[in-house]
């Protein structure tokens, strides 16, 4: 593993500090960029990955990010009846613009501005789940207890049937 994170994989770093989680980015020689890329890299069912997806309200234009499991399709009416607004899959450049990372490496947390987010519940049924860290090849694992602490986000069923 690698020992001098990018700059935008620091930036979770320190915000994982600033907020008191004894979490540890870490970078790996092998891409992460898919959730089934990030279950090999680091051993665990695909399951335990946690996926960090945009999308857009289609009333005011506003992210929302959804953290789901990674095996999981997120079902856009649950997750739009949530919030009570439809959802519109979100282009490379929105996410960007909204989060500060590029597609296949936006974590969590950490983003440019708060972003509203939703956590699929099927991450409650793994104990350690893994997330991005702002790079296609970086993550940390945390517990879904965490995520919700981190994220301030509810829980909800918003996966694909």
Partial sequence: MTE???SSTQRVQAYLNSRGF?????????TTRTAAEAAKAVN???SCIAKSLIFQNRDNHEPLLIIASGGNRVDLEKAGEVIGSKLERADAGFARKHTGYSIGGIPPVAHVKPINTLLDQDLRLNPVIWAAAGTPNSLFSLTPDELQDLTGAS???IAED
């Fill in 22 to 30: 004894d979490l540890r980015v870490q970078q790996i020689p092998e």
């Fill in 44 to 46: 665990c069912d695909v």
């Fill in 4 to 6: 001098i994170l990018k």
């Fill in 155 to 157: 829980w909800a069923e």
